[in-house]
């Protein structure tokens, strides 16, 4: 196997939902919400982990067109470009689309350990299964058709 692992991202970390359309997670299903970059890198298995700088990547744009002087980047910032998008909202919507969720088989609460780092430390075969086994479990909540679901009424 690699002696190391390097991951670099051609695009900012994303921290928030999209609410203008694109139906992405929520702020707590998105693994770089609330998390260091070191943590990420833990959680994913990898040595080294950059990501694109948001403001590199919005100069980029500038350079090619100077005249776009703003972006909607809320996803990667958090600053949304209409005023009616706060806490509150986005707590609101984190509560709707917990509702709307298919019951899953709740082996992501068990893998929970990974997702926060505690039982990644170790690494190894123990922490790659139960890391996968999360990536299944996240999958599921995003694509029903592909998920181990309990109760797969909501499909018919």
């Known amino acids: 196997g690699p002696n190391k692992i390097f991951f670099c991202s051609a695009a900012p970390e994303i921290k928030f939902p999209n609410v203008y359309g ?5 702020r707590t299903e998105l693994i770089a919400h609330n998390r260091t970059t070191e943590e ?6 990898v040595d080294w982990l ?16 100077p005249e ?6 809320s996803c990667f910032s958090g600053s949304y470009v209409t005023p009616d998008i706060d806490e509150a909202y986005l707590t609101s919507l984190e509560a709707s689309k917990q509702k709307q969720r298919p ?4 082996k992501m609460g068990a893998a929970n350990g990974v997702a926060n780092g505690t039982a990644a430390a170790g690494g190894g075969p123990p922490a790659a299964a139960a890391a996968a086994e ?12 592909r998920a181990k679901i309990e109760d797969p009424a909501h499909l018919a």
């Open 22 to 26: 694109i139906d992405i997670p929520t």
């Open 40 to 45: 990420i890198a833990r959680h994913i298995g």
């Open 50 to 65: 950059v990501y694109q700088d948001l403001e590199d990547l919005e100069e980029s744009i500038r350079s090619v067109n």
């Open 68 to 73: 776009m002087d703003g972006f909607d980047s």
């Open 103 to 106: 019951k899953l088989s709740g």
């Open 134 to 145: 999360d990536a299944g479990e996240c999958e599921a909540l995003h694509n029903p058709k």
